[in-house]
């Protein structure tokens, strides 16, 4: 059993009515600021600063300056490196903290929080390693086109504007951050107005390893903001996370100017559970991923594809799996899905769920507040059967604990209906069969395929096919887009290369 630590707010976030700009606290030009809500109780949390347009100018100037005249990008790698080690120990110090605020803003277990932010430090350790593995410099001898030698340079892509969403912002905010300032570029980070914690969180331990002024700037701040970051002409790359339709959006204005871009979106990843595999062992493994940050997760598998004969039998599994969570406040050890984000998302959940129903599909669990909670923004574990894949909450995102159970008639029918959607983040194939499971994982159209059970593991990389996004993050994948190469055709070595 988890422990719980006592912490008031003042313990968490020590300057949260600011911002943090050029290496300073500064006050919000409008003087404004924004509440969090405590999902499960639904009083204040924190009260933030609130950026505005002025204040993203503010940041984008800074990051700039430091970029173009500043030491950070001047350094080398293995220096740069040396601030992420620092970095990464300051997390690990904080995952007490980090786990405290995590479910205040969003609604994630404490026991989830306190176990993601326990790896926190470790992706600053990966992306330290590059500093000594990733070719930074590489070089060609004889190039066909002529000249001695042909220097392969890979250098900062510049200023960044990184935006995270609310669901897992302490996670995604790390793997923009570290390999941007591994790359030598400079960040300006939007936080979400739900979630804002991870950019005050940052912003301390940049000040406590005595990042550069300039080199990492935070904003929380809404909407107008935010795509003023999109805009900004002295921005040269946005990372950003979220939904499919403000994806798109930050696509069409980044390709005005041909800013760099990368987009993690949206998904409605299938669990694929073929005839061999054990349907109560898929139930338990499927249910207990489903209630992850209460479904609030890009990546979950909420489609569940299987064969028609087997339909009702994994329905039922699923059903008694999800009637075993309990739902309820998150800092409670037995609790096993808390609330959902905000009044809004609760609300949406509801309306795709009935919009389900009438649309023909059964329920087979749940769908509905639990009965025994009258405050916070919660909702049961849901199970609805017998969907056609062209249904609503067979297409679009949900992002709450909804399981759409789909029939299939064979394997093949099983692959095709999970290639049937706009997204590709993510899959996972259920068989006992190694072989089968390699020769079904290689056909479905996702980023990750898992075996037996939800994977991802974005130290690796992370990212998805068709509407799912562009480009990857985590791991060395998620390092070359802070990147840019330029080829240097040289008649001579210079110095420090010659033997």
Not at 32 to 49: K, Y
Not at 93 to 111: L, N, V
Not at 115 to 125: D, K, N, P, R, S
Not at 219 to 247: C, N
Request: net charge negative; hydrophobic share 40%.
């Amino acid at each position: 059993m988890i422990a719980v630590p006592e912490a008031d707010v003042k313990d968490l976030l020590t300057n949260p009515l600011s911002l943090f700009i050029d290496g300073k606290w500064v006050d919000p030009v409008s003087g404004g600021s924004i509440d969090v809500i405590d999902p499960s109780t639904e009083q204040l949390f924190v009260s933030v600063g609130e950026g505005t347009e002025q204040d993203i100018d503010r940041a984008v100037a800074a990051a700039r300056t430091a970029f173009d005249h500043g030491s950070w990008p001047r350094l080398t790698p293995a220096e740069r490196a040396g601030y992420l080690r620092e970095m990464g120990k300051l997390l690990y110090e904080r995952a007490d903290q980090i786990a405290q605020i995590w479910p205040r803003e969003m609604g994630s277990t404490y026991a989830i929080a306190h176990a993601f932010a326990g790896t926190l430090g470790g992706i600053y350790e990966d992306y330290a390693g590059y500093a000594d593995t990733f070719p930074f410099e590489e070089r060609i001898d004889h190039p066909p086109a002529g000249g001695a030698h042909a220097l392969v340079v890979r250098e900062p892509v510049g200023v960044v504007g990184a935006i995270v969403p609310w669901n897992a912002p302490f996670q995604i905010a790390q793997f923009k951050i570290a390999p941007a300032l591994l790359a030598g570029c400079t960040v300006v980070l939007k936080t979400s107005p739900e979630a804002p914690g991870v950019g005050y969180v940052m912003a301390e331990i940049a000040a406590a390893v005595g990042l550069p002024p300039g080199v990492l700037n935070v904003v929380t701040a809404d909407r107008g903001p935010s795509e003023r970051l999109v805009r900004h002409p002295d921005v040269d790359k946005i990372t950003f996370t979220g939904s499919l339709a403000v994806g798109k959006s930050i696509a069409r204005v980044a390709a005005d100017r041909i800013a760099r871009l990368t987009l993690e979106l949206g998904g409605k990843s299938a669990a694929v559970v073929l005839d061999d595999y054990e349907v109560e062992s898929a139930a338990a493994s499927i249910a207990g991923a489903a209630c992850l940050l209460t479904g609030q997760v890009c990546s979950s598998l909420t489609r569940i594809i299987v064969s028609r004969s087997r339909h009702d039998d994994l329905t039922d599994a699923l059903s008694a799996q999800m009637a075993g969570i309990t739902v309820g406040d998150p800092f409670d050890p037995a609790t096993g899905i808390g609330p959902l984000v905000t009044r809004k998302q609760l609300h949406r959940v509801e309306e795709l769920t009935n919009r389900g129903l009438a649309e023909g599909a059964k329920l087979a669990f749940g769908g509905k507040r639990p009965a025994h909670l009258s405050r916070g923004f919660f909702f049961e574990p849901t199970v609805l059967a017998n969907i056609d894949n062209n249904a609503t909450v067979a297409r679009e995102e949900i992002f709450g604990p909804v399981l759409a159970v789909i029939p299939a008639d064979n394997e093949d029918h099983a692959v095709a209906l999970a290639n049937d959607t706009i997204f590709g983040l993510n899959n996972s194939v259920f068989t006992n069969d190694a072989d089968r499971a390699y020769t079904v994982a290689r056909q479905l159209r996702s980023g990750t395929v898992g075996h037996n059970a939800f994977r991802s593991d974005m130290r690796i990389g992370f990212g998805g096919f068709k509407q799912s996004g562009l480009g990857r993050e985590g791991g060395v994948d998620g390092l070359r887009p802070f990147l840019e190469n330029k080829t240097f055709i040289v008649d001579e070595l210079p110095s420090h290369l010659k033997p």
